[in-house]
């Protein structure tokens, strides 16, 4: 066996490291683009900064849990999940919390969580699910079927809010898998015909979205109308210039920019650190979409595959929507940024992702590092509820 030195025993490691610091810098962004309007609307300055380590410490425990439950089980708990998820959805619609014109959020006690957040999850679980069946039995990925109309159900639930953002990314991450997988090239071209004349559709079902698109390719145009929070978000990260303005001295934060601890907070955490904190940022999202293709390529069968592939698509998708909107390449939509905004269900949703990816990597077959670690992982092999390694699926992700 070819023997490899690495300062890692296994791909769990880094992701670890990677998604600490990222909290890290996540938590001190929330509280340093938050205080303001937390003083002036709560008149607590820790009114955010609280919720957010709330939502943490229940995140945490739910990533602990997802990482012992081994990940197969998902799939026999799927029914269950399928009907609470429809019907939370359903209900949002009903007695839902209503702010700034959108049914979004159902209450909880004194914390309050978005259903939809949880159906990003629960769309690429089922999808994983259909589309691993159909690659054990040597069949082309299929979108015309039970579990993809689910699919498409939970995303039509979701428009009604109207969330269009996140109705794409509960059909579109499902349907990127499946494009992944292989489908047969007459529904390829059907799904890339349908694509976009469902968005087109459903920006001209409402005129605000007709406006964005257009403000989006020139928002000074109405720079004091709907370009307003595009205009401020690119001053405020050019604000920033190299090494930004400091920890907690942004100013847009002032009630300048709209939205600052939530969809724009990477714009207050880029005048704060400049260009080389936005650079950190886009390198530790890297080198977590890195480590997450390898769980995936070494997961132990093609559920684990897919699945592990679902969740990096899930974080890599919210992640450029939300880099592109702030920097002005893509229209304003309701797409938080992984770990750094604010938004207890989002992170929570992030956290249980992130501890099904690591029980799929407990689960895979061994790295080829030499160590110990590798050695122990290799023995299992041949156990009980383990594949021997001439089983492994021959799916890869990166060849």
Same mark, same amino acid.
């Given at each position: 066996?070819?023997?490899?030195?690495t300062?890692?025993n296994?791909?769990?490691?880094?992701?670890?490291v990677i998604?600490?610091?990222l909290?890290?810098?996540?938590?001190?962004? +929330? /509280?340093? %683009?938050? /205080?303001v309007?937390?003083t002036?609307?709560?008149?607590?300055?820790? !009114? #955010?900064?609280?919720?957010?380590?709330?939502w943490l410490v229940?995140?945490?425990?739910?990533? +602990?849990?997802?990482?012992k439950?081994?990940?197969?089980?998902?799939r026999?708990?799927?029914?269950?999940?399928?009907?609470?998820m429809?019907?939370?959805?359903?209900? +949002?619609?009903v007695?839902?919390?209503?702010?700034?014109?959108a049914?979004r959020?159902?209450?909880?006690?004194?914390?309050?969580?978005?259903?939809?957040? #949880?159906?990003?999850?629960v %769309?690429?679980?089922?999808a994983?699910a259909?589309?691993?069946?159909q690659?054990?039995?040597?069949?082309?990925?299929?979108v015309?079927?039970?579990? /993809?109309?689910?699919i498409? =159900?939970m995303?039509?639930?979701?428009? @009604?809010?109207?969330d269009?953002?996140?109705?794409c990314i509960i059909l579109?991450?499902p349907l990127?898998?499946?494009?992944v997988?292989?489908?047969?090239?007459?529904?390829?071209k059907?799904?890339?015909?349908?694509?976009?004349l469902?968005?087109?559709? @459903?920006?001209?079902? &409402?005129p605000y979205r007709?406006n964005?698109v257009r403000?989006?390719?020139?928002?000074?145009?109405?720079?004091?109308?709907?370009?307003y &929070?595009?205009?401020?978000?690119?001053?405020?990260i050019?604000?920033?210039g190299?090494?930004g303005?400091?920890?907690?001295?942004?100013?847009?934060?002032?009630? !300048?920019?709209?939205?600052?601890?939530?969809?724009f907070? #990477?714009?207050? /955490?880029?005048?704060?650190?400049? !260009?080389v904190?936005?650079?950190?940022?886009f =390198?530790? #999202?890297?080198l =977590?979409i890195?480590?997450?293709?390898r769980?995936?390529n070494?997961?132990?069968?093609?559920?684990?595959q897919?699945?592990a592939?679902?969740?990096?698509?899930l974080?890599?998708? &919210?992640? =450029?929507?939300n880099?592109?909107?702030v920097?002005?390449?893509?229209a304003?939509v309701?797409?938080p940024?992984?770990f750094?905004?604010?938004?207890?269900s %989002?992170?929570l949703?992030?956290?249980?992702?992130?501890?099904?990816?690591?029980?799929?990597?407990?689960?895979?077959?061994?790295?080829?590092?030499g160590?110990?670690?590798?050695?122990?992982?290799e023995?299992?092999k041949?156990?009980?509820? &383990?594949?021997?390694?001439?089983?492994?699926?021959?799916?890869?992700?990166?060849k």
């Open positions: 066996m070819r023997i490899r030195k300062m890692w296994n791909d769990a490691e880094p992701i670890l998604m600490i610091i909290i890290v810098l996540g938590t001190i962004n +929330v /509280f340093s %683009s938050s /205080f309007i937390a002036t609307d709560y008149e607590n300055p820790y !009114y #955010f900064l609280i919720r957010h380590a709330v229940v995140g945490f425990i739910a990533f +602990v849990i997802c990482r439950v081994n990940y197969r089980r998902w026999d708990w799927m029914p269950m999940l399928l009907i609470g429809i019907l939370a959805l359903a209900a +949002v619609l007695v839902g919390m209503s702010v700034n014109g049914r959020w159902l209450g909880v006690g004194p914390l309050s969580f978005q259903p939809a957040e #949880f159906a990003k999850l %769309s690429l679980m089922l994983a259909i589309l691993s069946v690659v054990k039995a040597g069949r082309p990925a299929s015309m079927n039970l579990q /993809f109309a689910l498409v =159900l995303a039509g639930l979701t428009e @009604l809010e109207p269009m953002g996140t109705a579109g991450v990127i898998m499946a494009f997988v292989g489908m047969t090239p007459a529904m390829t059907g799904v890339l015909l349908a694509i976009p469902g968005v087109v559709g @459903l920006i001209t079902l &409402q007709l964005r403000i989006m390719l020139d928002p000074w145009s109405d720079a004091q109308g709907i370009g &929070q595009t205009v401020q978000s690119l001053s405020t050019g604000s920033g190299f090494w303005m400091g920890l907690g001295d942004g100013v847009s934060k002032y009630e !300048y920019l709209p939205e600052a601890h939530t969809d907070a #990477f714009a207050i /955490f880029c005048q704060e650190h400049g !260009y904190g936005a650079l950190m940022v =390198l530790l #999202f890297a =977590l890195f480590f997450c293709v769980i995936a070494r997961a132990a069968d093609e559920f684990g897919i699945l592939m679902g969740i990096m698509l974080i890599l998708g &919210q992640a =450029l929507a880099l592109a909107m920097g002005g390449m893509f304003v309701g797409v940024l992984p750094i905004s604010y938004g207890g %989002s992170l949703v992030t956290m249980i992702a992130m501890g099904m990816l690591l029980n799929i990597c407990d689960h895979g077959r061994a790295p080829d590092y160590d110990a670690a590798g050695r122990k992982m023995a299992v041949g156990k009980p509820g &383990q594949e021997a390694a001439s089983s492994r699926p021959q799916l890869r992700l990166v």
